[in-house]
Structure formats: C-alpha cells, structure tokens
C-alpha cells in the first residue's frame, strides 16, 4: 500500500474530510466496482515473500502468493468513492483461495477483482472481493476475500460458514514485533494496525497485529508439501494475533484435504481456523 494509496484509505475515515467531493463514500452499490492490472511474477518478489511467510523457494510460487499482486485492485476499490465503507477499519473476515494450477516464476498474470453486493451479517455488514488471475486466457487461481464493516447487529442475519474444525495446536511459532513490517514490505499492506505499537494502539488494539494474509500464509507454509496443484484453502479468521506473540499450529488429515489452524498455546483459542481440499 503506497503512501498515496494509504492516504485515499485513510481519508474517508476522518471528520469533515470525509464529507468532501471525491472523498465522500456515496454509498453506491459496490458490485459495480472493478479493477484489472497486469502483472509479471517476478523472482526477487517471489523470494523475499517466502522468505517473510515460511515458503520453501521454488520455480512456482507459493499458493498464497497472488492475492498480494491483486491487493493493490483490492485497495484502489475500496479507496472509491462508491464503495460503501472506508477501508481503515473493516475487517478482513475469511478467504478462499482456488489454485487450478502453480503460476510459474516470469508468467505474466492478468488480475481481476470485483465486488459482491452488500449482504447482512450477524455483527454487521460484509462484502466480498472476487479475484481471480489468468494467463493467456486460462484462470489459473482464483479467491474471494470477505470483510464484514461492524455496525448494528443483524441477529436475524445469517451467519457465514466456513471452516469451524479447530485443530488443537501441536507445534508453537514464537512471532518477533517485526512480522507485520516485514509482511508489509512484500505485500504492500501498510495498514498501521500491522506496523507499531503506536499506529496500533491508535486505531484500537493494544500493540500490532499480523496480518490475517501473513498467518494464512504461514499456516500453508506449513503443508505445502502435502498440497496438490489444484486446491482450495478455506479460511476464517477469528481473533488477531498481538506481536510480539506465540501461536500453535495444528494440522489433521480429513477427506480429501487437511484441516489447520492457529492457536492460542495459553487457552487454545483459535486465531486462525482453516481447511483445504482437492479440486477436480
């Protein structure tokens, strides 16, 4: 996230300004929104994100690793004057990620994202980002990315499924108060809640928090080698990770795909709760 981008962000989010022309959210429906880019995966990006996530280096790259070439569409929509909800303050909630099959280090991806309309939710109101990434016509990985905007709370709403299974931690990860401004560098996610105890501190939380992409990373990290080509990784993300930290990564098999998550190793609450399974 640029600094200019960061500043669109940023600025919806601040009394009076947010009432200026070209700042001010019009409330529009969203699923009108759409960006698309082109970009070439590069080897010296491919390296510096796994070394930050735990990848082992390969000529593919890892799984998790084009939502990060399409996180600049995701801001520039959110940073539109039609999408309902500034971007400081929503949450990212889940993620499904699709590959069909490895993107090869110099392929040049065409990235695509759009939005869903906004739909009720139990806490508030969410909305979906669909992205997906072809070469040379053929969709090679595709992902939707749920954010919910807290509000008033819909008890007749439906709650969103998704990945429910916490696997008990067998194996703890100690995370240095760095991991945000290191996931931050390769991402191009600078939102201040990641970067300091301060920045954090002033949006709400009592130190920094990893990013909800980083630990879904780094809990892929952890089974990439047991992945097929063609998987789906399903996602929820539950309580943030404070940095400095300790977490505990479990894993067990189930059909057709393994069930993972992160946990607390003081009380085995679940920061992270996921599952993946084979595609056809």
């Excluded at 947010?18 to 960006?35: C, F, I, M, W, Y």
């Excluded at 309309?117 to 090679?140: S, W």
Aim: hydrophobic share 40%; net charge positive; glycine share 8%.
């Amino acid at each position: 996230m640029a600094a200019t981008t960061l500043l669109r962000a940023a600025l919806p989010s601040i009394p009076v300004v947010n009432q200026l022309p070209g700042v001010r959210k019009t409330g529009a429906d969203p699923s009108s929104l759409h960006e698309v880019r082109f970009a070439t995966v590069t080897r010296a990006h491919v390296t510096s994100y796994a070394a930050v996530c735990g990848f082992p280096v390969k000529d593919v790259v890892p799984l998790t690793f084009p939502h990060v070439l399409a996180f600049p569409l995701h801001m520039a929509v959110m940073s539109s004057p039609d999408f309902p909800f500034p971007a400081i303050g929503t949450v990212h909630l889940a993620n499904s990620i699709t590959r069909h099959r490895p993107v090869e280090i110099g392929e040049t991806l065409q990235l695509e994202v759009h939005t869903s309309a906004v739909q009720p939710h139990p806490k508030g109101r969410a909305i979906d980002f669909l992205a997906r990434a072809t070469a040379d016509g053929e969709t090679v990985w595709e992902s939707t990315s749920t954010y919910l905007r807290r509000g008033r709370d819909n008890p007749d709403a439906d709650a969103p499924g998704g990945p429910d299974h916490v696997v008990p931690g067998r194996v703890t990860w100690r995370l240095g108060s760095d991991v945000g401004r290191r996931y931050a560098a390769v991402s191009g996610d600078h939102n201040p809640i990641h970067l300091y105890r301060l920045t954090a501190r002033a949006l709400g939380f009592p130190r920094q928090i990893a990013h909800g992409m980083w630990s879904l990373a780094r809990c892929v990290a952890a089974l990439e080698n047991r992945l097929p080509d063609a998987v789906t990784v399903d996602a929820a993300f539950k309580k943030p990770i404070l940095l400095p930290g300790t977490v505990a990564f479990g894993q067990d098999p189930v059909e057709s795909g393994i069930s993972f998550a992160l946990t607390s190793p003081r009380n085995g609450a679940p920061h992270v709760v996921g599952r993946t399974r084979s595609v056809s």
